[in-house]
């Protein structure tokens, strides 16, 4: 039973039992069909912004509010701004319409002034006004030379008593959808809380409601949707941002320590002569491991030879040097006589990821093998025969990995690279992969990812794994020079461009889509491919990828641009991780306001990769002032981590990384940059909690733990009680 409905059933019983099934009992699980006026098709309405429970209608917030609580006189309206008045509708509304647009039009008056009010396409408006009376109106102010409008305002009577939403002095504003009103939404939204504020669970415990200055679950959730004051919004805002985010972490604690708990792997310890092997392979790199890429490997090596599974993220900013703290592991693993998987979202990255692990372990017996989607049938075969006897220990692949026909001889090792690109189920499916003879031990997990995220969201996207960092790049390299020109500047660029191309380097010019289309002035591939390799008096040989061609003919132009046949490499984001070509030392981002700032730096990481001089050019003609400082701070910044900070900062959570895609769920109080405060509350009242319950099990966290598992089931559906 979900952990409302206990709280609920208990307190009906308290209220008293002889009222047996008098009276249905509250559910935040009802649907909202239950409600008074929600038939079929507003239910589907209501479904479309995922509101199908009770629960769901509570949890929908307001983004803004309306203040009523001060009224102004007409002679106080400014342009502009939203505000409250009192005036007399003077005469019956007109209408006009114009094929299904209408109009309705009605002058207001007060003390010899007077204002307009337009309402577009709400035609019953004029039915719900009566000439002579006082009402109470509320909307934006919009000034022509002397006339004043309000367009589309919200009213109420003001000469008669109010009714129980009247007296509201800050109204709450919802997102809406077609053919629901902020009427209706608030309405609903009145009758769930009518039917459950009595029976209200309060899930955190009081010590940590006294130690963070938290409000009860009642009143945050009352006057979120109800507020008196603007210091009620601000206090429920809090408690609300603290619970989800509190709820989260909670349940990524505990779905970390089960399974540090319950699960088992292979313990890949090897012995003297592995050792010795894995010593050579780090003394005969062409490069030495700078300190940091040292460090990660000890953290992992140290997983590795103890049979509790390893779930870590390795995380270093473009060209730091992760593949080869994974080509290390999967040596290792291999040297334990187990096998080894790593798994990239897209083939022309795991081709990467083959070449370079091939080349790494050229010393090795063990031998990489490559499965993608375009492998043939008889290769495809061969190496699913391999996988299962246990001939093949090491591969590299894409989705075609976790496909139900792949199975394993003994998995010891699953790493994922560009780890924001993958789901969380598709992640699920690789760690959980079983060897054919079902032993029960599961694979260690690495996962990679060269996406810099900062620490807040880190903690909530990877809350459930422990954090390698490489924080350091390789000796050598030259910081990647980073300029914005407009298409004023173009013809500097190429001359730039083509000295890069007689000195024998390699350049990109990435476009934000594959074909122009007659809607949009952005520059696309096809275009930008067509102009440079119909230039008179070029030589240049240029050539064309995106993700509309076939895996053989990316495949192909990536093989021609890796080996230098050609110079300039046209392209979407499809080269935004993973591509290592070195001699390529130009990177001309087109119409780069469309890119966010952490896609920019990684898209600069492809070039930089050598001792050469580098050089990335940000093209565009934007004005707006927002979009000229992000290209600022990408020109001034070579660290990801702070690009990413500044990132979050400028634009806002949002789905800053693809929540989603990791199936977590929406954070819809929290604020990641705003509300920092409450996420180093939120960390240290975990902490105290762990410290005195581990497990959640004491009395007191009963209820907690249940909350967890009942509030996001589909995230922590092995954590109930």
């Not at 399974?259 to 790199?285: C, E, F, H, P, Y």
């Not at 990239?344 to 050229?362: D, F, G, K, V």
Request: charge should be neutral; glycine fraction near 6%; charged fraction near 25%.
């Amino acid at each position: 039973m979900p952990a409302i409905d206990i709280v609920m059933k208990t307190n009906n019983e308290k209220a008293g039992r002889q009222k047996g099934n008098e009276r249905q009992q509250a559910n935040w699980l009802t649907s909202v069909r239950q409600l008074p006026g929600v038939g079929e098709r507003r239910a589907q309405q209501l479904k479309r912004l995922n509101i199908e429970t009770w629960f769901d209608l509570l949890c929908w917030f307001p983004r803004d509010y309306e203040d009523w609580s001060t009224t102004v006189s007409l002679a106080e309206l400014e342009d502009g701004r939203e505000a409250a008045f009192l005036a007399v509708v003077k005469n019956k509304p007109s209408v006009t319409r114009r094929g299904r647009l209408s109009m309705v039009r009605v002058s207001l008056y007060q003390d010899k002034r007077s204002i307009q009010a337009v309402w577009f396409n709400q035609p019953w408006i004029q039915n719900q006004l009566e000439s002579g009376r006082l009402y109470r109106f509320y909307g934006l102010i919009k000034r022509s030379e002397r006339i004043f409008q309000v367009q589309n305002p919200s009213f109420e009577l003001a000469d008669e008593g109010f009714d129980s939403e009247a007296v509201q002095a800050f109204k709450p504003i919802y997102p809406l959808t077609d053919g629901l009103s902020q009427k209706m939404l608030r309405q609903y939204i009145l009758s769930v809380w009518t039917a459950i504020k009595d029976q209200m669970p309060e899930f955190l415990p009081a010590w940590i409601r006294r130690s963070f200055h938290l409000s009860t679950a009642a009143y945050a959730y009352e006057r979120i949707h109800f507020p008196r004051t603007s210091q009620d919004i601000e206090i429920s805002r809090r408690r609300i941002g603290f619970e989800e985010l509190f709820l989260l972490r909670c349940g990524l604690y505990l779905t970390r320590r089960q399974t540090r708990l319950q699960a088992s792997a292979w313990n890949l310890s090897v012995n003297t002569n592995g050792k010795r092997m894995i010593t050579q392979m780090i003394d005969q790199l062409p490069f030495k491991l700078t300190q940091a890429q040292q460090k990660a490997w000890r953290e992992v090596q140290s997983d590795l030879v103890t049979d509790c599974p390893m779930n870590r993220l390795l995380q270093g900013d473009v060209g730091s040097g992760k593949t080869v703290i994974a080509a290390l592991a999967m040596l290792q693993c291999a040297l334990a006589g187990k096998q080894a998987v790593l798994m990239a979202p897209t083939a022309i990255l795991a081709a990467q990821h083959h070449q370079t692990l091939s080349r790494l372990l050229t010393d090795s017996v063990h031998e990489p093998v490559l499965l993608t989607g375009s492998t043939s049938i008889s290769e495809r075969r061969r190496i699913l025969s391999g996988l299962q006897s246990g001939e093949i220990s090491l591969v590299v692949g894409t989705h075609a990995l976790i496909e139900k026909k792949v199975q394993f001889h003994e998995l010891g090792l699953a790493i994922t690279d560009e780890q924001h690109r993958f789901g969380v189920r598709q992640r699920k499916l690789l760690a959980e992969a079983r060897n054919q003879d079902k032993v029960e031990k599961g694979p260690h997990v690495l996962v990679m990812s060269a996406t810099p995220i900062p620490r807040s969201l880190a903690l909530i996207l990877y809350g459930d794994l422990d954090l390698s960092l490489i924080d350091e790049l390789p000796p050598g390299r030259q910081p990647v020079e980073t300029y914005t020109a407009a298409d004023a500047d173009r013809d500097r660029v190429m001359r730039l461009m083509e000295r890069v191309v007689n000195a024998g380097h390699q350049v990109y010019v990435v476009c934000p889509m594959i074909e122009e289309q007659a809607d949009s002035d952005l520059l696309s591939a096809v275009a930008v491919y067509n102009q440079l390799s119909q230039q008179k008096n070029s030589t240049w040989n240029v050539g064309l990828i995106h993700g509309r061609l076939s895996q053989e003919q990316k495949d192909e132009q990536m093989q021609r641009f890796m080996s230098g046949m050609t110079q300039i490499l046209v392209s979407t984001t499809v080269v935004e991780v993973g591509v290592d070509n070195p001699n390529a030392t130009m990177m001309i981002i087109e119409n780069a306001e469309r890119f966010g700032l952490a896609q920019l730096h990684q898209l600069r990481g492809r070039v930089g990769r050598s001792s050469n001089q580098s050089w990335c050019i940000l093209m565009s003609d934007v004005q707006d002032e927002l979009a000229r400082k992000r290209l600022k701070v990408i020109c001034h910044a070579s660290d990801g981590f702070a690009i990413a900070e500044q990132d979050l900062q400028l634009r806002g959570p949002g789905d800053f990384f693809g929540t989603r895609q990791h199936g977590l769920p929406d954070l819809r109080m929290i604020n990641l940059y705003r509300d920092r405060d409450v996420i180093t509350d939120v960390e240290h009242a975990l902490t105290q909690l762990i410290d005195k319950d581990p497990d959640l099990n004491s009395p007191e966290h009963q209820l907690l733990r249940q909350v967890i598992a009942d509030r996001y089931p589909a995230v922590f559906s092995q954590i109930g009680l």
